[in-house]
């Protein structure tokens, strides 16, 4: 997706949210027919008696009526891929949505002529029932757009993302093997002794976003007063994602166009950032610890940085088993728990190698990472396939 920052005006501001309001209307409703939904009864509708059935009630209710079909289908549209993608056990079930949380809706069939360049760094986009809405024109437009997503985030900004599969970036052609270990202290430790951290809020940044929780925690609910502190808080944790996100574009590609092979760990991150407070009958251990070590690792983007190393490098990035790379020597391969003395440094009783912990980890997962691709016949860069002997050509001669 590449996205735009949207400014609409406030009359234009006044239709998107009605927009929004319908497409989650219709969201909720889709998720209401299924929730009903038990053994022994009917299957709830799909998408197509779904599209029927908002046809009548645009009918018989003007307000709906008043609002873009293709708003609506859409919302159902998305309804129906999401619960494939339940079914399919990639995604949690479809829930509700809410005002304010995740707004936003989806226009298909966008023609060459519904965006527009007015200036340098000015655009138009014709949003149905809105007419002509400006973006600011940050990058090139993709070529052959036919959908787009106009969102609202917390903090009050609008986006627009028009959906455009991107190509690859090709390799080096050098051959050579990256080992990236994921951690909190140091958001990745390459096998090259490079240590990358992902950006956050500046400290007097922390400090006010301390002082609105607590003012938040004093506000009476439903005031306007609690309203412009949420506002608040969220344009600060808006600028801490914009900031973390733009890290992991700018290391993505940039390990993508310097190495032919990625190797990474292959975490679970869902269930190592699962809260351990536990039950009433059983309760967790060191619970505010777990909470803080889940909030590193969600801050750190461990996720997202596979995510589009994956989709940058499709086919490049290896994925290896996590365990004992941080205790096993990358000189000498001996598994030692005692040889990490703290967090950042690394110490083999055995051959005296010191250095790094995080670094020590990557060299582990790039040298595992040779081995992987050596197995399968070599790596994915135009070398020489391993092979088995030939008879006839052991004959000849």
Same mark, same amino acid.
């Given at each position: 997706?590449s996205?735009?920052?949207?400014q609409?005006?406030?009359?234009?501001e006044?239709?998107l949210l009605?927009?929004? @309001?319908?497409?989650?209307?219709?969201?909720?409703l889709?998720?209401?027919?299924?929730?009903?939904?038990r053994?022994?009864?009917k299957?709830?509708?799909?998408?197509?008696?779904q599209c029927r059935?908002l046809?009548?009630?645009?009918?018989?209710?003007a307000?709906l009526?008043?609002?873009?079909?293709?708003?609506?289908?859409q919302?159902?549209? /998305?309804?129906a891929?999401?619960m494939a993608?339940?079914?399919? &056990?990639?995604h949690?079930?479809?829930?509700?949505?809410r005002r304010?949380?995740?707004?936003g809706f989806?226009?298909?069939a966008?023609?060459? @002529?519904d965006?527009?360049?007015l200036?340098?760094?000015? @655009?138009e986009?014709?949003?149905?029932?809105?007419?002509?809405?400006?973006? !600011?024109?940050?990058? +090139?437009l993709p070529?052959?757009?036919k959908?787009?997503?106009?969102t609202? /985030?917390?903090?009050?900004?609008?986006h627009?993302?028009?959906? +455009?599969i991107?190509?690859?970036i090709?390799?080096?052609?050098t051959?050579g093997?990256?080992?990236v270990d994921?951690?909190?202290?140091v958001s990745?430790?390459?096998?090259?002794?490079?240590?990358?951290?992902?950006p956050?809020?500046?400290?007097?940044?922390k400090a006010r976003?301390?002082?609105?929780? !607590?003012r938040l925690a004093?506000?009476?609910?439903g005031?306007h007063?609690?309203?412009?502190?949420?506002?608040?808080?969220?344009?600060?944790?808006?600028?801490e994602r914009?900031r973390? !996100?733009?890290?992991?574009e700018?290391?993505?590609?940039?390990?993508a166009?310097?190495?032919?092979?990625?190797?990474?760990e292959?975490?679970?991150?869902a269930?190592?950032?699962?809260?351990? *407070?536990g039950?009433?009958?059983?309760?967790?251990?060191?619970?505010r610890q777990?909470? @803080?070590?889940?909030r &590193?690792i969600?801050a750190a983007?461990?996720?997202r940085?596979?995510?589009?190393l994956?989709?940058?490098?499709p086919?490049?990035?290896? *994925?290896i088993?996590?365990?004992?790379?941080?205790q096993?020597c990358?000189?000498?391969?001996?598994?030692d728990r005692?040889a990490r003395?703290?967090?950042a440094s690394f110490?083999c009783?055995?051959?005296?190698? +010191?250095?790094?912990?995080?670094?020590?980890?990557?060299?582990?997962?790039?040298?595992?990472?040779?081995? +992987?691709?050596?197995?399968?016949?070599?790596?994915?860069?135009?070398?020489?396939?391993n092979r088995e002997?030939?008879?006839?050509?052991?004959l000849?001669?």
């Open positions: 997706m996205r735009y920052r949207l609409p005006s406030p009359a234009q006044a239709v009605e927009h929004c @309001g319908h497409a989650r209307f219709v969201w909720n889709a998720v209401e027919q299924h929730a009903h939904w053994p022994g009864r299957s709830a509708p799909g998408f197509a008696e059935q046809t009548q009630a645009r009918g018989e209710f307000w009526r008043a609002g873009s079909i293709i708003v609506q289908q919302a159902l549209k /998305d309804f891929q999401a993608n339940f079914f399919g &056990g990639t949690r079930r479809p829930t509700w949505r304010g949380q995740g707004e989806r226009i298909v966008v023609k060459a @002529g965006v527009r360049r200036s340098r760094h000015v @655009g986009v014709k949003v149905p029932k809105v007419g002509w809405v400006r973006f !600011r024109w940050s990058r +090139a070529e052959g757009v959908s787009c997503r106009v609202r /985030d917390a903090a009050g900004r609008w627009v993302a028009f959906a +455009a991107p190509e690859p090709p390799a080096p052609g051959g093997v990256v080992g994921r951690g909190v202290a990745a430790a390459l096998s090259t002794g490079e240590l990358l951290h992902a956050a809020l500046r400290d007097a940044e976003l301390l002082r609105l929780l !607590r004093r506000a009476e609910r005031s007063r609690r309203g412009r502190v949420k506002v608040a808080i969220a344009r600060l944790k808006a600028r914009d973390r !996100r733009d890290w992991v700018k290391t993505s590609t940039d390990l166009r310097r190495f032919g092979v990625i190797a990474v292959d975490l679970k991150i269930n190592m950032v699962r809260s351990a *407070k039950t009433i009958d059983a309760p967790g251990r060191s619970v777990k909470a @803080g070590l889940n &590193g969600l983007g461990w996720g940085l596979v995510a589009r994956e989709q940058k490098a086919g490049r990035v290896v *994925k088993n996590p365990a004992y790379t941080s096993r990358s000189a000498c391969g001996i598994v005692q003395e703290s967090q110490r009783r055995s051959c005296g190698y +010191a250095g790094n912990a995080d670094v020590n980890a990557a060299r582990n997962i790039a040298h595992a990472a040779g081995h +992987a691709v050596s197995a399968r016949g070599g790596p994915p860069l135009g070398e020489p396939t002997p030939q008879r006839d050509l052991l000849m001669g």
